[in-house]
């Protein structure tokens, strides 16, 4: 059983930055990818972007050059550094926690981004 519980959302204007953050506890893989995916209103869930556990880093197109992600794995916790944020970017933000090719997978709550002035 693995837990995942975001924080750091809220409601910023358009330019703003927030910061999110993601504890996992629990079995927790030490072989895995960390990331985080968000959902609008009447769309599908879009990756943002993923950390695995080396490394490695992936990005979506959208947030490329204003989004970074980082995880400290010794707390088992992954971070989300949003700036230059769009009101395309208001979505529910999910933590997730993966195997290679997400062969499994465990998501948190979701924490609510809302960028409007």
């Known amino acids: 059983q693995v837990q995942l519980v975001e924080s750091g959302g809220g409601l910023v204007q358009p330019g703003g930055s927030l910061r999110l953050s993601c504890a996992a506890s629990?079995?927790?893989?030490?072989?895995?990818?960390m990331g985080w995916y968000r959902q609008a209103p009447g769309k599908q869930r879009e990756l943002v972007a993923t950390?695995?556990?080396?490394?490695?880093?992936n990005y979506a197109d959208s947030v490329k050059g204003r989004f970074t992600i980082s995880r400290d794995n010794a707390k088992n916790t992954v971070y989300l550094q949003m700036n230059s944020l769009k009101p395309e970017d208001t979505a529910v933000y999910y933590c997730?926690?993966?195997?290679?090719?997400?062969?499994?997978?465990?998501w948190g709550q979701g924490t609510q981004v809302t960028v409007s002035s």
């Open positions: 629990g079995s927790i893989f030490s072989i895995n990818s």
């Open positions: 997730s926690h993966t195997g290679r090719g997400m062969r499994w997978a465990y």
């Open positions: 950390i695995t556990s080396d490394g490695i880093i």
